[in-house]
């Protein structure tokens, strides 16, 4: 099955910073990969996803990069607030799995005012 | 956005009885529902996967006797804890997958805390 590696498990960065969070998965079918934002206590709330025929998405300070033949994808905060602080998880699917969610472990960050 | 709504949030059991959770996509038909539990400071822990009109499918080291699984309309996916003991007590969160049209996109419910005194 499939195997999502998350790094660090743990981020902290200073207000106005900016974080980043990598990823790898182990099965090249691969082809959905959304991130989540968690909250204690609270539901994932997802906040920015990419498919495998693209490379790079953005939305506004959250960025998402994929790179299909190393098998990594990587979260991007830029200009980091104290509300940006929470759980943050990786994970994998693919079609053929009812896009069944594999996830990472989970980072943790916090931003310092 | 898409909403997926999960009652009860909090409950609280006797070691022996049974809770059920539900799980409601509100504004839009979910043909794939997914079951997770997740303990605190840790990742979500798949347990099955509800496909509306048939049998849920489980992961590996889920009882699914214990963990009686409904997917009876395109809307509402129950999750049953049958004979719940304090090691069942933990954080359930549900979620639900759009159709191909909308992009599979899959959304979660608020999570349901359950503890069994």
């Known amino acids: 099955g499939e195997n999502v590696e998350q790094h660090p498990s743990t981020l902290s960065v200073q207000e106005g910073d900016s974080a980043v969070i990598k990823c790898t998965y182990s099965?090249?079918?691969?082809?959905?990969f959304p991130w989540y934002k968690q909250e204690l206590g609270k539901r994932p709330q997802l906040i920015i996803d990419i498919r495998s025929n693209v490379g790079e998405k953005k939305d506004q300070r959250i960025a998402v990069t994929l790179n299909k033949t190393a098998k990594h994808f990587s979260l991007h905060i830029t200009e980091t607030q104290p509300e940006d602080s929470a759980v943050y998880f990786c994970?994998?699917?693919?079609?053929?799995?009812?896009?069944?969610?594999?996830f990472g472990a989970g980072t943790t960050v916090t931003v310092r005012a | 956005g898409a909403v997926v709504s999960q009652h009860p949030s909090w409950v609280i059991c006797k070691s022996g009885t049974s809770v059920k959770i539900e799980c409601r996509s509100l504004?839009?038909?979910?043909?794939?529902m997914f079951w997770y539990r997740q303990f605190p400071k840790q990742s979500l822990m798949l347990m099955a996967t509800s496909n509306e009109g048939s049998k849920a499918t489980y992961e590996q080291g889920v009882e699914k006797d214990k963990f009686l699984i409904n997917h009876a309309s395109l809307t509402l996916s129950t999750l049953t804890v049958t004979s719940a003991h304090p090691e069942d007590s933990s954080f359930y969160i549900c979620?639900?997958?759009?159709?191909?049209?909308?992009?599979?996109?899959?959304?979660f419910g608020e999570g349901s805390w359950l503890t069994v005194v």
């Open positions: 994970a994998a699917s693919k079609r053929s799995n009812d896009y069944k969610l594999s």
């Open positions: 099965d090249s079918a691969s082809n959905y």
């Open positions: 504004d839009f038909q979910a043909t794939t």
């Open positions: 979620s639900a997958r759009r159709d191909r049209s909308s992009g599979n996109t899959i959304y």
